[in-house]
């Protein structure tokens, strides 16, 4: 089984910054991508961010020159560096692992989100 556990939400002012930790644990084969998805109140899950292996990023438009992703393989430990943070950015931030297991399946997990909150 595997497990993603997200640390560094809270709440900042409008143009702060914050870092979010996601560290992958558990047994398995290889981690393929990980990626930074975030919630706000009465709106759809979007990507915020991902990161794969190879270490090719991409970004969601609205973050761009703003967010940055990043990843210690050997720590399985994804990274969200958020700068310039506007109250839109506000809502839960979820880690999301695209994981190949031993016997070569491949699933997606998700951790637990944190809250990140941007005041004006």
Do not use: H
């Amino acid at each position: 089984q595997v497990q993603l556990v997200e640390s560094g939400g809270g709440l900042v002012q409008a143009g702060g910054s914050l870092r979010l930790s996601c560290a992958a644990s558990g047994t398995f084969f290889s981690i393929n991508a990980m990626d930074w998805y975030r919630q706000a109140p009465g709106k759809q899950r979007e990507l915020v961010a991902a990161i794969t292996s190879g270490g090719r990023t991409n970004y969601a438009d609205s973050v761009k020159g703003r967010f940055t992703i990043s990843s210690d393989n050997a720590k399985n430990t994804v990274y969200l560096q958020m700068n310039s943070l506007k109250p839109e950015d506000t809502g839960v931030y979820y880690c999301n692992a695209d994981i190949t297991e031993f016997g070569l399946l491949r699933k997606n997990y998700w951790g637990q989100g944190t809250q990140v909150t941007v005041s004006s």
